[in-house]
């Protein structure tokens, strides 16, 4: 379980990375005014059928995890438009 568990906890942390080094990029463009996140949750992800992981985890990849706790993804997306230039 613990093993499982801290594999959880790298992957969520990768995939909240990628989240801000996405936002940050894009955040730089003074003519981007919106963000748009398309699903809220793991437990109604389209890619847990579209794209199941080959090792049969858990498919990780929204704000908020199945019981709609938020993950490091929402507190790098916070973070990342605190951080940005001012519109």
Known sequence: MQTCLKAIEV???IVAEAYYNYLS?????PAVTTIINWGLTDRYTWLSDFAPRS?????????????YNVKPAWKAVVKTIKEAPAR
Do not use: N, Y
Request: hydrophobic content about 35%; glycine content about 4%; cysteine-free.
């Open 11 to 13: 992957r969520d942390r």
């Open 25 to 29: 990029v894009v955040l730089d463009e």
């Open 55 to 67: 090792d049969g985890a858990e498919v990780r990849p929204l704000l908020r995890d199945r019981q």
